[in-house]
């Protein structure tokens, strides 16, 4: 079902004005938080261990902005491949940050960034790999093998090597190497 939600999902998605296709993104966001019963109680756990100090009140807000952030930023991941290359190489500055990177490179030395899962990751990982940096990323698998494939050819597309969690300790370092 996850597989047949994505290929009807991206087919809107470049179809359907971009700024609309934004707006319903919240909207099911807000839809996924009233109805994901263990999925919104999860969130507010995590949320309460986090952030003791709000109300529960506050941290339902944020919960569910942030169900509308991802599907936001799955609406952005749908879109990436049909993106010019120049623009997605232009979503991250190479300005001195990235110095110690290149140092650390030219050293032939390997370099771990450790990014939050929030936002669209995927964007700044591409435009690294577009100014040629060798990018692997760490990813789950998916329940749906078909969704799972899709989603990795995207970022294989992206110029991102995919190395899946699951894999033993030392397979995941020998990837990162």
Partial sequence: MQRWLWLIGTHLIHRLPVQFVYSLAK???KIV??????GRQNMLANYAQVLPN???SERRVIARKSLENYYCYVTEFARLPNLPSELIESALAKD???EGIDRALEQGRG???VVMHFGNWDLGASSAALKGYPITVLAETFSDSHLDKMIVGT???LGLKVTKIEGTAPSIIRDLR
């Fill in 54 to 56: 709000l109300e529960e």
């Fill in 96 to 98: 001195e940050h990235f």
């Fill in 33 to 38: 938080f009233i109805f994901w019963t263990r």
């Fill in 27 to 29: 909207i099911i966001g």
């Fill in 111 to 113: 370099v771990i960034a």
């Fill in 155 to 157: 970022r294989e597309k």
